[in-house]
């Protein structure tokens, strides 16, 4: 018996590790065939694969199963509702993520900013191909709700106030850019200059690049990145008066100003004058609340803009619901509406302007009991599809 545990020991001993990996290794199955296979796995389960083989760990780390992942149902864009909530004593922003369909919603992540946020101010998030955009002036973060990973970017040195930044995303060359927007104040506050703003490659062992900006403007909208190009809202031209759509475009960190918005577009009466932009079949739209129950939206096309107004006043009012917003589309062309705040119960409508009807679905999440009996931002973003960057750096 010894001597035959001793064989054994020894033939053990014997067998190269790097030749049983290679044996087993799965690049003998056709790249595309592995990536379809563990493309429909949940992001969780993916996650394990990156401590099993250096090969495997490479594999997932690669542009190829980055770029193609999901597959199958979950690749289909669900609801992404954050739940933001800023600590009274220390002024830190607590977020939560919930993935939610028409069937279930589900926790995904949970974070705290490491930093504080300015007195009377709250920092609404910006999500772009399944990573999200955090920060106040100079201190910048990157986070991935899925993996729960965050990248801090370099703090931006400038001279200038820091007014706003924005995350960009180019398709074509698989890279987020932060685009970062300062001013120096003249004249009491009445003149606004803007010049040398910075850029920032993300993942990127490199600094804040400087890129001289020749328009004057200041912005004050959210933005929207679409096909590699970033849109915002801006006032330009003399006395900051002229109310401007930006473009930023990504792979070339060019910035120009696209169009002016004439004065019609610009509701006098909109409600809690609020203009978001959203995502419209595609095309670039501005969203805003006329009334309580109408909303105005206005629709970029090639030959000028397109108005759609309409107004969800007896559905809405038989739900017992009122302080809503419009926060995108869906697939298919509705335009969904949340509410400004929520606790973990709430409705989400959605309107077709096609067929002129609604319906909605009712969101509850499963939480402390302590979060569920208070109301806190909501921030809710219809097209979230998990993303498997755990390492920020990969390109």
């Not at 302080?323 to 709430?346: D, K, R, V, W």
Request: overall charge positive; hydrophobic content about 35%.
């Amino acid at each position: 018996m010894r001597r035959t545990r001793s064989k054994r020991t020894k033939t053990v001993k014997k067998i190269n590790p790097k030749a049983l990996e290679d044996q087993n290794n799965f690049f003998q199955i056709p790249l595309d065939v592995v990536i379809e296979i563990v493309g429909r796995l949940p992001s969780k389960s993916v996650a394990r694969f990156l401590i099993v083989s250096k090969s495997w760990e490479t594999f997932i780390r690669s542009r190829d199963f980055i770029t193609s992942f999901p597959l199958g149902s979950s690749s289909q864009p669900r609801l992404l509702i954050t739940f933001s909530e800023s600590s009274n004593r220390k002024r830190r922003q607590n977020l939560d993520f919930f993935s939610s369909s028409s069937s279930e919603t589900s926790f995904i992540s949970r974070f705290t900013c490491p930093f504080s946020a300015p007195e009377h101010n709250e920092y609404l998030p910006q999500f772009v191909n399944g990573l999200i955009s955090l920060g106040f002036g100079e201190e910048q973060i990157i986070y991935n709700p899925t993996t729960g990973k965050s990248i801090t970017l370099p703090k931006v040195v400038m001279r200038r106030k820091i007014v706003k930044t924005y995350l960009g995303y180019d398709p074509i060359n698989d890279q987020y850019k932060v685009l970062c927007l300062t001013e120096r104040i003249h004249d009491n506050h009445r003149n606004f200059q803007f010049s040398h703003d910075k850029v920032f490659t993300v993942g990127e062992r490199e600094s804040w690049r400087v890129m001289d900006c020749s328009i004057p403007h200041r912005p004050w909208s959210n933005g929207l990145c679409i096909d590699g190009v970033l849109y915002y809202l801006a006032f330009t031209g003399k006395g900051m008066l002229q109310r401007s759509l930006m473009r930023f475009d990504v792979r070339s960190e060019k910035l120009d100003l696209l169009t002016d918005l004439f004065a019609d577009l610009i509701a006098p009466h909109a409600f809690r004058n609020v203009y978001t932009l959203i995502k419209y079949e595609g095309k670039v739209a501005i969203a805003t609340k006329a009334l309580v129950y109408t909303f105005l939206v206005w629709v970029m096309e090639e030959h000028g803009w397109l108005k759609k107004s309409f107004s969800v006043e007896p559905y809405c009012k038989s739900l017992q619901i009122k302080y809503f917003q419009i926060t995108g589309t869906t697939q298919t062309g509705e335009f969904i509406l949340a509410p400004y705040s929520a606790s973990n119960a709430f409705y989400v409508v959605f309107y077709d302007p096609k067929s002129d009807s609604c319906r909605n679905i009712k969101i509850e999440v499963n939480s402390d009991d302590e979060f569920g009996t208070r109301f806190v931002r909501l921030i809710l973003l219809s097209d979230y599809v998990e993303n498997v960057r755990f390492c920020l750096g990969v390109s």
